[in-house]
């Protein structure tokens, strides 16, 4: 427990908290990504080189751009938001559900049984990795990969089916 | 299509880069102050009032101050001022002369309306283009010394159209002088006769 | 993650001069400081080299411009125009800073400050000479393109934060424009992963160190696959560092000054510092994963040292990239979008299968090396002149009717 894993906690947690809590939906993307960054930094701390960089790279340079672009298209009005009674209920609904959630999951993490002493981790070089992905893990990266595939294509469908570009396709 | 139209274009290009070091054609910039282009002949400026002689320049101007560029002038920037007396001129007539030429060229627009309308060639078109000076009013308004330059100059910058001017007034100046020898000889002859009847005393 | 200088006294002087004068300025320091003060004289060394670099780089483009135009370029400001990035850099900062009155100011003065960090930060694993590398980490070549990945957003920042429907749409283009670009950059050096086995930089530079028959380097882009990986990096850098023909979102034309219309003075600045950093950061890894790194060409001219070789190789990438802009006119943003998805992305997965097959042949012997490359090169050029002729269709060859022949 040293002070950069102090720092990174903190400022992911700060930041994802201030996220929520904006009400310019922009601001509150541009925060998540500094919360992505300290993900990224986390798993650096723990020598995981190859998953912090690829979570920098699809998380940053591209979930972010999927965010802003899905905020950009979709925007509503800047809303004058008065407080009124009924998001103060939500407000104590939002609160409960959230403390159980939380209670939840720190019971699963207080009773697993992690070992008493120090365990010296697996060489995770990428070479290691590779060889674990295309030999042991390799359907899962298949199934995987060609979920995704048919993710973008069905999005490229939705996108490109519209009644007027019929005559212009 | 594959691409080859790409690597011509790049070998185009590099074949300037590396000739515009030695070969004249390929590097047409002229860098200004070290390097000055001459202008065309026909190029044209701000008018310039043509003397005859360089060591009287006033004195020899073509100018008979007849008025017309200053009635001709689209912008009107042309003030002349009429003398009282008159002089002869290089024909050996007696002519006006300009007291006062005045040319503002902040408002000259180089339209060489008065050149063309001068019937006595008195005012050309000069060449020069480093002209920009400190204050706008005082000068800018292009007095009759400050205009006078002579005919030298003006075979100097257009060659050609000063030695047509040239041979043309030679011609009339001939002319002239012929017309004059032959009244003077038909006078002197009059006269020859009026003297050759004129012995005979009245008595 | 960070490394002692390993010094081998059997390099020539020349090569070990800069590790010796890190060491001499360390040396005076206590033992416990000098992993820090190796550090940081490594990265003030990287940005002073690189922020000159800059310098000279903006005027070397516009002297190399004027060449090929048939004029000097700047020549008045000092020896040849050598004082004019100082000229510029000092109107930069005595220019007044703008900012719009409802534009975000917090995103406005982000944008520039964290596209620089961006591009500043990919310079850390590039390896510059033997033993010049500043961070010699197993994921070089991932950190190096997941920071870049970075700089996207900033542009976004940049076209939202100015409050302007124009920049917003501009950014829009150019974000499209760096993305479509990303996925052939990344796949076109995977082939090097391939055979390389590792995504090390420094492993890869070392890899490419033999010479065969004693004069043919073993860079890969001497490799039918290295060449063709090498092409479709080159053109993806281009279009990734916004480089002309792919410079629609900079460009005066294009809806002014696209998402940079708000920004003027030392931000202004900020921009193309780190558009010509992420140019010669780009430049640095195709030099190190294709061109042999810091390796010399041929066995009799390692008495070079080999940061002098690596700075030979990127300032003729340098010098290539400023012959393009050159030469060839701007594409439009579907042309752009249109070459990268339909020829781009296709090509540099054909590359992927093309390098399986030449590593899996590895094994067929040497007297086999002459239809590998046959195979190879049909594997290569069939689909590129299907490709070219699918989507050059219905564009005749221009005539000209009033251009002299």
């Not at chain 3, 690596?310 to 802009?325: E, P, Y």
């Amino acid at each position: 427990m040293n002070a950069t894993l102090l720092i990174t906690i903190g400022v992911t947690l700060i930041s994802s908290a201030v996220a929520l809590s904006l009400r310019n939906l922009i601001h509150s993307v541009l925060l998540l990504v500094i919360t992505w960054i300290g993900i990224c930094a986390f798993y650096l701390i723990f020598n995981a080189e190859f998953i912090a960089f690829t979570q920098l790279l699809v998380y940053v340079g591209a979930i972010s751009m999927v965010a802003l672009f899905a905020v950009l298209l979709t925007r509503v009005a800047p809303s004058t938001n008065q407080r009124n009674k009924q998001s103060v209920t939500r407000f104590i609904y939002a609160l409960i559900t959230g403390l159980s959630l939380f209670s939840l999951m720190a019971f699963a993490v207080l009773h697993t049984d992690s070992p008493k002493e120090k365990v010296e981790a697996l060489p995770a070089t990428v070479y290691s990795i590779g060889k674990a992905l295309t030999e042991e893990y390799a359907p899962a990266l298949m199934i995987t990969g060609s979920l995704l595939t048919l993710a973008i294509l069905g999005s490229v469908l939705l996108a490109a089916h519209s009644p007027q570009s019929k005559e212009n396709s | 299509m594959y691409g080859f139209g790409l690597i011509r274009g790049l070998i185009v290009t590099g074949k300037n880069f590396v000739q515009s070091f030695y070969n004249p054609s390929r590097y047409t910039t002229q860098e200004y102050p070290e390097v000055k282009s001459t202008p065309p002949e026909a190029y044209r400026s701000f008018p310039f009032l043509v003397t005859d002689s360089e060591t009287d320049p006033l004195g020899a101007l073509r100018c008979v101050a007849c008025l017309t560029c200053e009635k001709e002038c689209p912008a009107q920037c042309i003030f002349i001022e009429k003398s009282k007396d008159k002089k002869p001129d290089a024909n050996g007539r007696l002519q006006f002369y300009p007291t006062q030429f005045i040319i503002d060229s902040s408002v000259c627009m180089s339209c060489q309306i008065c050149v063309e309308v001068c019937p006595f060639d008195s005012i050309k078109m000069d060449k020069v283009f480093e002209v920009a000076v400190s204050s706008r009013f005082e000068n800018l308004l292009l007095t009759r010394d400050k205009l006078t330059k002579s005919n030298q100059y003006f075979h100097l910058i257009s060659p050609s159209e000063a030695q047509e001017v040239d041979d043309r007034l030679a011609a009339e100046r001939k002319v002239a002088q012929e017309k004059a020898a032959a009244q003077a000889k038909a006078k002197a002859e009059a006269a020859a006769l009026a003297a050759q009847v004129k012995p005979v005393p009245a008595p | 993650m960070s490394m002692l200088p390993i010094l081998q006294t059997q390099d020539p002087y020349l090569e070990r001069l800069p590790l010796l004068l890190r060491e001499a300025f360390t040396h005076y320091l206590p033992e416990p400081w000098h992993t820090l003060s190796n550090q940081l004289i490594s990265i003030v060394v990287i940005l002073s080299v690189f922020g000159l670099l800059f310098a000279i780089l903006t005027l070397a483009e516009r002297k190399i411009l004027g060449h090929v135009q048939n004029r000097p370029g700047p020549n008045r400001t000092g020896f040849f125009g050598m004082l004019q990035p100082f000229a510029d850099g000092i109107k930069m900062l005595t220019k007044e800073d703008i900012v719009p009155v409802a534009a975000d100011h917090v995103l406005h003065l982000l944008a520039p400050v964290s596209l620089l960090a961006a591009s500043i930060l990919t310079f850390a694993v590039i390896p510059y000479g033997k033993n010049l590398v500043a961070l010699d980490i197993d994921t070089a070549a991932l950190y190096f393109f997941a920071v870049g990945s970075a700089t996207e957003l900033s542009v976004f920042m940049a076209g939202w934060s100015s409050n302007n429907k124009y920049s917003l749409l501009a950014a829009m283009r150019a974000l499209a424009q760096l993305i479509s670009y990303e996925l052939p950059l990344i796949i076109s050096w995977i082939p090097v992963v391939m055979v390389a086995s590792t995504l090390s930089l420094t492993r890869i530079v070392s890899l490419q160190s033999g010479y065969s028959f004693g004069i043919l380097p073993h860079w890969y882009v001497f490799t039918p696959w290295g060449f063709v990986a090498f092409a479709l990096f080159m053109v993806s850098a281009l279009a990734e560092s916004n480089r002309s023909p792919f410079d629609l979102p900079e460009a005066e034309s294009e809806l002014i000054a696209g998402h940079l219309t708000e920004y003027s003075g030392f931000k202004y600045a900020l921009f193309f510092m780190a558009e010509y950093f992420g140019m010669t950061a780009l430049s640095g890894m195709a030099v190190s994963l294709f061109l042999g790194g810091w390796n010399a060409p041929s066995p009799y001219l390692t008495f070079i040292p080999s940061y002098l070789w690596f700075a030979v190789k990127l300032l003729s990438l340098l010098a290539g990239f400023m012959w393009i802009r050159a030469t060839f006119p701007r594409l439009r943003i579907d042309q752009l979008t249109r070459f990268a998805w339909k020829f781009l992305v296709p090509l540099s997965l054909i590359n992927l299968v093309t390098t399986a097959f030449w590593i899996l042949s590895q094994n067929w012997g040497h007297l086999y090396f002459i239809p590998r490359l046959i195979i190879t090169l049909i594997l290569i050029v069939v689909p590129y002149i299907l490709l070219s002729k699918k989507l050059g269709r219905g564009y005749a060859v221009r005539t000209y009717t009033y251009a002299p022949q």
